[in-house]
């Protein structure tokens, strides 16, 4: 079965600045998604950025960007600028591709990112 | 993005009721759905996967019979809780996707207390 692991539990940023978020997982396919979602205090889930196992090149969307490490089985984020309404619960996740049914996500124990002003 | 909607955002019942949870999407056929449990300070845990008009397809430890899920159209699917008792307090989130390799639309979930 795959697992995704988050081994910081709180990351705190000065406003401005860059922070990278880390994630492992552990899986014995070789097609599937990987996810960062975002989980303000609402409690809502925000798809932050995605990448698709088979594309080499890292993902981005505007401020954040993914480093993918297909061998290492690693899937950073890194966000720039950070700004207040960047503060979240930020979950990383993982699918397979074409799951034939059982595709749903299997997510990391999340981190904490703070934004200090 | 697509819009999913789930309804209530909360509610409270007394233990040994029955709940049930909405998940609708509102512009776009939903092939499949997800539910999944959060509690809190916690990661989110998938409970079961449905496809439209078949049955649920629940992960290991889930009991079909007290979480009862329902497909019945490409735009609906419901939770429901059995017997609840306070142990099944929780926060429960539904996702929706309409193809097999389309993003996954989250609903706004449903915190569940019971007393």
């Known amino acids: 079965a795959q697992t995704v692991t988050q081994s910081q539990p709180e990351m705190s940023v000065q406003e401005a600045e860059t922070v990278t978020l880390s994630c492992t997982y552990d899986?014995?396919?070789?097609?599937?998604?990987l996810f960062w979602y975002k989980q303000p205090p609402s409690r809502q889930m925000i798809l932050v950025i995605r990448q698709e196992a088979y594309k080499q090149q890292n993902a981005t969307e505007n401020r954040f960007s993914v480093n993918f490490q297909k061998a290492a089985k690693s899937f950073s984020l890194k966000i720039s600028d950070s700004q207040l309404g960047d503060a979240a619960m930020y979950f990383c996740?993982?699918?397979?591709?074409?799951?034939?049914?059982?595709?749903?996500?299997?997510f990391g124990k999340g981190t904490h990112l703070i934004i200090q002003p | 993005g697509a819009v999913v909607s789930q309804h209530p955002s909360r509610v409270i019942c007394k233990s040994g009721t029955s709940v049930k949870i909405e998940c609708r999407s509102l512009?776009?056929?939903?092939?499949?759905m997800f539910w999944y449990r959060q509690f809190p300070k916690q990661s989110l845990m998938l409970m079961a996967t449905?496809?439209?008009?078949?049955?649920?397809?629940?992960e290991q430890g889930v009991e079909k019979d007290k979480f009862l899920i329902n497909h019945a159209s490409l735009t609906l699917s419901t939770l429901t809780v059995t017997s609840a008792h306070p142990e099944d307090s929780s926060f429960y989130i539904c996702?929706?996707?309409?193809?097999?390799?389309?993003?996954?639309?989250f609903g706004q979930g449903t915190r569940l207390t019971v007393v």
């Open positions: 996740a993982y699918r397979l591709r074409l799951g034939g049914g059982a595709d749903g996500l299997t």
């Open positions: 996702s929706a996707r309409e193809g097999s390799d389309t993003e996954a639309f």
């Open positions: 512009d776009f056929q939903a092939t499949t």
């Open positions: 449905s496809n439209e008009g078949s049955k649920a397809t629940y």
């Open positions: 899986t014995s396919e070789s097609d599937y998604y």
